[in-house]
Nanobody
Framework: QVQLVESGGGLVQPGGSLRLSCAAS????????MSWYRQAPGKERELVAS????????NYADSVKGRFTISRDNAKKSLYLEMNSLKPEDTAVYYC????????WGQGTQVTVSS
């Protein structure tokens, strides 16, 4: 059974930082490109960052480029998102998943950026 378990969210002030983690199981993690998504209240889920399965290529939404860094540790079957210079508009529930398979979504982890 595929499981995606996000953690690391919390309440931070604008300009602060957080590191999110995603623990994956039930599939061959190293062979899948992985992504972070987020969903803010009243809005649809959006793709914020992706990392490839092999060449470690990274892509980011324009809104987070230069502030967020996605990475993966295949040995640990984990995906990470370093978030810096956080803004209130980054407030959302963050999820990990892949664009190449129809895995069930995890519970996500809440990130709230507020003073």
């Amino acid at each position: 059974q595929v499981q995606l378990v996000e953690s690391g969210g919390g309440l931070v002030q604008p300009g602060g930082s957080l590191r999110l983690s995603c623990a994956a199981s039930g599939f061959t993690f190293s062979g899948y490109p992985m992504s972070w998504y987020r969903q803010a209240p009243g809005k649809e889920r959006e793709l914020v960052a992706s990392v490839s399965a092999f060449e470690n290529r990274r892509n980011y939404a324009d809104s987070v480029k230069g502030r967020f860094t996605i990475s993966r540790d295949n040995a640990k079957k984990s995906l990470y998102l370093e978030m810096n210079s956080l803004k209130p508009e980054d407030t959302a529930v963050y999820y990990c998943n892949t664009i190449v398979a129809s895995f069930h979504w995890g519970q996500g982890t809440q990130v709230t950026v507020s003073s």
